[in-house]
């Protein structure tokens, strides 16, 4: 149980377009959602905490209008990066945590690794 | 906000031995400490995790103490194997639910 997809698994793009990224979660609804973004040997850093029916939080120095988050249902969040340059390119990975478990709980997609050329 | 520092960065210890990595956080209010192991081009994958009303919890050959008063936890493994080799993080937590990570600890099993 707990399981948390993501799609694309990787993309590559030119530089200046959009790139949507799709987070579900499989067996269990998620009223929470997070995004988080990880540079090649580095920690995650969240980028935003993505609630169903509601607009996302983002974090200090993210730009909301760059990283563009929808939570549309209990089962799926989406991540557009618009107008993607070169230091866009990340793992981005999402997590969810189940409706019915502890506040903290949370369970990680397989990330998305973005290249934009 | 919340700080995790983890240590160490590397890890290298031969098949069978124990390891040990131990992370500090700053936020008193942090009551949910998770380990994550992340393989390589992969997302984290939950392996233990500690609340704060609990000092110790142990899952077979992985353990992790907390010890609320010095805000500091630890993750033990024994008996390591190769197939333990990943990067592992900490992660502290309040109720909200944002989790900070610590900057994670390459571990390498030798066999």
């Known amino acids: 149980g707990a399981v948390v997809s993501q799609h694309p698994s990787w993309v590559i793009c030119k530089s200046g377009t959009s790139v949507k990224i799709e987070c579900r979660s499989l067996d269990f609804q998620a009223t929470t959602m997070f995004w988080y973004r990880q540079f090649p040997k580095q920690s995650l850093m969240l980028m935003a905490t993505s609630n169903e029916g509601s607009k996302a939080t983002y974090e200090q120095g993210v730009e909301k209008d760059k990283f563009l988050i929808n939570h549309a249902s209990l089962t799926l969040s989406t991540l557009t990066v618009t107008s993607a340059h070169p230091e866009d390119s990340s793992f981005y990975i999402c997590s969810a945590c189940p409706t019915s478990g502890g506040a903290s709980e949370q369970f990680f997609g397989p990330g998305t690794r973005l290249t934009v050329l | ?111």
């Open chain 2, 1 to 111: 906000g919340e700080n995790v520092e983890q240590h160490p960065s590397t890890l290298s210890v031969q098949e069978g031995d124990s390891a040990v990595i131990k992370c500090t956080y700053s936020d008193s209010a942090s009551n949910y400490f998770p380990w994550y192991k992340q393989e390589l081009g992969k997302g984290p994958q939950l392996i233990i995790d500690i609340r704060s009303n609990v000092g110790e919890k142990k899952d077979q050959r992985i353990a992790v103490t907390l010890n609320k008063t010095a805000k500091h936890f630890s993750l033990h493994i024994t008996e390591t194997q190769p197939e333990d080799s990943a990067v592992y993080f900490c992660a502290a937590s309040t109720s909200y639910g944002k989790l900070t990570f610590g900057q994670g600890t390459i571990l390498t099993v030798h066999p």
